[in-house]
């Protein structure tokens, strides 16, 4: 089946410091790759997404490259802020079934 | 910016209760969502709707489970006897067409706790 592997946290950083999140995918087609944010009290928020191998997807300083021969996708921050603390979740999704398949998703702790 | 708006943001049931989700999608996108995330867990898809009709729903998506679209702009989602395992965040989301490149659009969700 289709499913979304994540680094267990949470992970607690000290500003500026860098940032990965693993994320691994198993998948019975050729899946889109994205990044969610949610933070504190809200709701779901698109960060990143690729859709093709060595796609790189980037937003608000955050990257991640889609990388097929180690079907992973991991999220990627060279200075991370305060206001990065939230919980990133990875999720991929097939052309023909449209639906997410989510990963368990990481906590971000930045600590000023 | 259009959102996807969702009510109740929160909603407290009796076990066996009835209770109806709520869900506004973005005006001009045809594809609509049910996710739900138990508290520590994963978030799970439970239903897509197109067209006025459901086009895949999870296993978890069983007969005590509906949605609808009652309107050209509302979209819900009822649960007609609810259980304590069904206390969970509901997300809403929607997106403009078909195909896997396309961003889902997610609401704030609505926290259902059920006694």
């Known amino acids: 089946g289709n499913s979304v592997t994540q680094m267990e946290g949470p992970v607690t950083l000290s500003e500026e410091a860098f940032l990965t999140i693993n994320c691994t995918y198993t998948a019975t087609g050729y899946p889109s790759l994205f990044w969610y944010v949610q933070y504190p009290g809200e709701g779901l928020q698109l960060l990143l997404k690729a859709t093709k191998a060595d796609d790189k997807g980037s937003n608000k300083g955050f990257e991640a490259t889609y990388r097929k021969e180690t079907t992973s996708f991991h999220l990627e921050k060279g200075s991370v802020q305060v206001s990065d603390s939230a919980v990133y979740f990875c999720a991929l999704s097939l052309q023909r079934g449209n639906k997410l398949v989510f990963g368990a998703g990481t906590i971000l702790r930045v600590k000023s | 910016e259009p959102e996807v708006t969702q009510t109740p943001s929160h909603q407290v049931t009796q076990m066996g209760q009835e209770v109806i989700l709520r869900c506004v999608p973005i005006?001009?996108?045809?594809?609509f969502y049910w996710y739900r995330q138990i508290l520590g867990q994963k978030v799970e898809f439970l239903v897509s709707?197109?067209?006025?009709?459901?086009?895949?729903k999870s296993e978890i998506f069983d007969d005590q489970f509906s949605v609808e679209r009652p309107d050209g702009s509302n979209f819900t989602l009822k649960i007609r006897s609810t259980k304590l395992e069904d206390s969970a965040m509901y997300f809403c989301a929607s997106r403009v067409r078909g195909g896997g490149v396309e961003t889902q659009y997610f609401g704030p969700g609505t926290r259902l706790l059920v006694l």
């Open positions: 709707f197109y067209n006025n009709e459901i086009s895949e």
């Open positions: 005006s001009n996108h045809l594809y």
